[in-house]
């Protein structure tokens, strides 16, 4: 996912030149193609994610379009005020490239675990937060915000080889895409975890318990009404 996502900047990054990428001295298999075409455009601030977002603001309020990445928990974590005072209030396009969340870099230990981000980054109203269920998905979804005026957390997952059956790479800002018809049960999901969860529903079929996945990509503000509609 986040190979084609960074592909597709590449592509943005060709027509616009506002787009930079900032890492946190991270991403060395991912961020080549970026960093090679776009050498005075690719920026690695070290490990300071904190300066990171400061600098990515400073960057954005001059009218730039500034992408950082980092793990997830990095990301959201660590920079929080940062990216509450310095790119949230003010609104300034600042998107933040957050990699890996849940357990995907479980073998680094609980400091790499990101399970609170999206819980805590759907707390500031301002901010899109997008977790794409697959790389098809990454690509549109990053098609569809990457000039937005506000800031955007995409939350991605590493494996750039999952593929969600049947979603073929729809996203809509605000709303869910839905799998399926059954009436018996609703499964909400999001992100790279939807692939399980749609081998799951094929369970329940399998044993005559009817049901509807409904993958909620687009987080902040939670797509209420679609759901319920569903």
């Not at 060395?28 to 050498?39: C, D, H, K, R, S």
């Not at 209030?89 to 400091?111: D, M």
């Not at 049947?166 to 399926?180: S, T």
């Amino acid at each position: 996912m986040r190979k084609t996502f960074i592909s597709t900047l590449v592509e943005l990054a060709t027509r616009d030149r506002r787009v930079l990428l900032l890492t946190g001295d991270l991403g060395y298999t991912v961020l080549e193609p970026f960093a090679q075409q776009f050498p005075d455009r690719f920026f690695n601030v070290g490990v300071a994610e904190q300066n990171m977002v400061g600098l990515a603001a400073g960057l954005a309020d001059a009218g730039f379009l500034p992408f950082l990445y980092s793990i997830a928990t990095f990301a959201s974590l660590r920079p929080y005020e940062f990216l509450r005072n310095g790119a949230i209030l003010p609104q300034l396009p600042v998107r933040v490239i957050a990699v890996g969340g849940g357990f995907e870099y479980g073998h680094a230990g609980s400091t790499h675990h990101g399970l609170e981000d999206i819980g805590v980054m759907r707390l500031q109203p301002g901010l899109a937060a997008i977790a794409p269920a697959d790389y098809q998905q990454a690509r549109s979804a990053l098609l569809a915000t990457w000039d937005w005026p506000q800031p955007v957390y995409y939350r991605l997952g590493k494996d750039d080889r999952n593929l969600v059956p049947d979603l073929d790479g729809r996203f809509a800002a605000g709303q869910v895409q839905c799998l399926g018809e059954g009436r018996d049960v609703l499964l909400v999901t999001m992100g790279s975890i939807a692939r399980e969860v749609v081998a799951a529903a094929a369970a329940l079929r399998a044993v005559g318990i009817d049901s509807t996945v409904a993958i909620a990509a687009s987080l902040n503000p939670a797509p209420l009404e679609p759901l319920v509609a569903v």
